[in-house]
């Protein structure tokens, strides 16, 4: 049976993160209790992986790593159907960039051992880097496809995918075990009930630390990371608005002016 | 300049048969930064029949370009590009390395991070030098601008947005250095691109517009975005989109402009119903002219641009489309108006 491993992360939930700002005093972020969600692009690559459990059977291993209320994300990934939930947690983790990051999580897939496919969402809501996907890949010495967006031959050892490139795609042929990157192309993720999410709270999940995936403490989190947060800054617009007044016509007629006098319309 | 100063690298790239914009903005700003370290620029160009576009890159900046020009090369592959440009970075050791955020881009660049054991910041928006020669990569965040460093490791590798760039003025009578690259013998290759497919884009592309027209959440509705839409293809504008409109299904995630999204430095960008927020306007970098149409006269998205209008865009917009419609109809109107 295909093995496959769905790397899924705690995100702050969207439209609570939009009120997490620099403060233009302070510059620094303000501490918010931001309640947390399943990245979205994961959703769709861990549908990608239950269609195919659906499909010819598949054994679906979600791995997160995170501070330990991450742990209820990847209880809702089980309520959904994976069939093994592991949280990546310790103090040692925290402020891992992208590529501590994707050291970490290649430890446990090392450790979980017989992989076939490993799955990413293209890029998290909240780091934006597209990074831990392709790190991971380098890490457990497989092959990537990036920005899949249809998985079109899945059965054998050699798959076929679409790939998004510049006005069109790739068609890729890859040779399991490989790391794919999953776009919101890819499908419709499904969702869960409220009651669902209640029970998937009751469901038992392992939690990996630092020990368990015997790495050392200086090559993970904070310390494990070539790059650094150096400055947060303030942006200000250095335009004065303009108002066009008058009625609904007058405006109109005054925009249009102001857009022949740019040279738009004419 | 000095040849043993480590060189910033810039790693170019062939679509569809022509070097992209962003691969001379690159080069353009890699040249800034390496006269500040008084560096030579380095271009990688892997692709075939690519020859004759290397002396556009010494004109762009470049001093050296290394070239592979043969068929392993052809299409890219990343196994092979990544052997490829390991290696030479053992030889060269550039000290920053800079590549487009272009589909290639994203996936080559964090493979040759990861293999170099090195950081890497993603689609800055600026790049400057620090006080002691290091690399600033700054990329829009919470608001405002994050500055992410890489202080110990090499090469200080950064991916770059499209359009934040110049295009640098070619100078045709710079010249500089060929140097080959051959791809590694009879490689084992597990992923291989079997094909490469075009699709014509809709519309007009949003980079190289002069005029875009970008709706969000305030059109309402499918039809208040057709209005909008409407009104792009009046003024020969490109079409943009914030998230909402995008999450809403009234247009494709490929018009979305901002952080997540295109950017795009048109001569004129007209905002309707969307609220300035960073995240998407960080995307419009270097509008000569920002216009924007909101019913809030309190939208910080006033607080951005030129020209402010209040009003509904559900009344404004259809007004706006006829009226412009009237005057390519009806001229002495338009004399009138002017
Ligand atoms: C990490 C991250 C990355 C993101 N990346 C992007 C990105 O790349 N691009 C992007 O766009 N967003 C991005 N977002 C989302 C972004 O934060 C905002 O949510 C989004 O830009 C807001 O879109 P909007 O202005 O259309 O909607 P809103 O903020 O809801 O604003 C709607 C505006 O329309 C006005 N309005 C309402 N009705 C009318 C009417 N009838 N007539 C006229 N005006 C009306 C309202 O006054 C309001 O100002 C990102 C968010 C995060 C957290």
Redesign the pocket.
């Known amino acids: 049976m295909l093995r496959i491993i769905v790397c899924v992360k705690a995100v702050p939930e ?1 439209k609570a ?2 009120s ?1 700002k620099i403060d233009p005093v302070t510059k620094s972020l303000p501490r918010l209790d931001i309640p947390l969600e399943i990245n979205p692009l994961d959703r769709n690559a861990l549908e990608v992986a239950l269609q195919l459990k659906e499909g010819s059977g598949a054994h679906i291993t979600v791995i997160s790593m995170g501070p330990p209320p991450a742990g209820d994300i990847v209880k809702e990934c089980l309520a959904l159907g994976a069939d093994k939930g592991i949280l990546l947690s310790d103090p040692a983790f925290a402020g891992a960039d992208a590529y501590a990051t994707a050291l970490t999580l290649a430890k446990a897939v090392k450790k979980i051992g017989e992989v076939d496919v490993v799955l990413c969402g293209r890029a998290s ?2 780091g ?1 880097t597209e990074w831990v996907g392709p790190e991971l890949a380098v890490f457990v010495d497989m092959p990537i496809v990036t920005m899949v967006r249809e998985f079109v031959k899945t059965d054998g050892k050699n798959w076929v995918v679409k790939a998004d490139i510049e006005n069109g795609y790739r068609l890729v042929q890859a040779a399991l075990p490989t790391v794919f990157t999953v776009t919101q192309d890819a499908n419709t993720p499904r969702t869960l009930s409220f009651s669902g999410i209640i029970k998937s709270r009751k469901k038992e999940i392992t939690t990996w630390g630092l020990n368990d995936l015997g790495v050392l403490e200086d090559s993970v989190g904070l310390k494990g990371s070539p790059t650094i947060v150096s400055k947060l800054a303030y942006v200000e617009s250095k335009r004065e608005c303009e108002f066009i007044d008058g009625t609904l016509e007058e405006k109109v007629d005054q925009l249009i002016n102001k857009l022949v006098e740019a040279g738009v319309a004419s | 300049m000095s040849d043993h100063i480590n060189p910033v690298w810039v790693i170019g790239e062939k679509v569809d048969g022509n070097i992209p914009p962003i691969c001379f903005e690159i080069i353009g700003q890699a040249r800034k930064l390496a006269d500040e370290l008084d560096a030579p620029v380095e271009v990688l160009l892997f692709g075939k029949g690519i020859r004759d576009r290397v002396d556009s890159l010494f004109h762009a900046g470049a001093d050296v370009v290394h070239v592979g020009d043969a068929t392993g090369f052809e299409v890219y592959q990343s196994e092979i590009y990544l052997a490829s440009i390991t290696a030479l970075v053992d030889e060269r050791k550039p000290q920053i390395m800079l590549i487009g955020s272009t589909f290639m881009g994203r996936e080559l660049a964090p493979l040759i991070a990861a293999k170099l054991g090195t950081g890497l910041s993603a689609h800055c928006i600026d790049l400057v030098l620090d006080e002691d020669g290091i690399l600033e990569q700054q990329i829009p ?1 919470y608001g405002g601008l994050m500055s992410i460093i890489c202080p110990d490791k090499r090469p200080q590798i950064a991916t770059v947005a499209r359009g934040v760039f110049p295009m640098p003025t070619l100078d045709e009578s710079r010249s500089g250095k060929i140097l080959q690259v051959d791809p590694p013998p009879e490689m084992i290759t597990r992923v291989k691109t079997l094909e490469v497919v075009h699709v014509e884009p809709k519309g007009l592309p949003l980079e190289t517009a002069p005029v875009v027209v970008a ?6 509705s499918s039809e ?1 975005w057709q209005e909008i839409a409407e009104l792009a293809e009046a003024l020969n504008a490109a079409l943009g ?6 999450d809403e299904g009234w247009t494709d995630l490929e018009t ?6 295109r950017m795009v430095s048109p001569e004129i960008y007209i905002g ?9 306007m ?2 419009i970098m270097g509008a000569k002219l920002m216009i924007a ?4 006269p309190k ?3 006033f607080g951005q641009v030129d020209i402010g209008i209040v ?4 009344q ?1 917009v259809p007004a706006l489309v006829k009226a412009l419609k009237e005057m390519e109809s009806d001229p002495v109107r338009a004399t009138h108006v002017v």
Do not use: K, W, Y
């Not at chain 2, 979305?256 to 999204?261: D, F, K, P, R």
């Not at chain 2, 309707?272 to 998407?280: N, P, Y």
């Open positions: 969207s993160a939009e997490l809501s909240d934006a | 965040a709706g969000g959440a305030g059109a309402g208040g989109s914030t998230r909402p409109a995008v979305m402009i901002g952080q997540s999204g309707i119903g969307l609220s300035g927020e960073q995240q998407h960080v995307g149409i909101n019913n809030d939208s910080p998205v009003e509904d865009c559900r404004f």
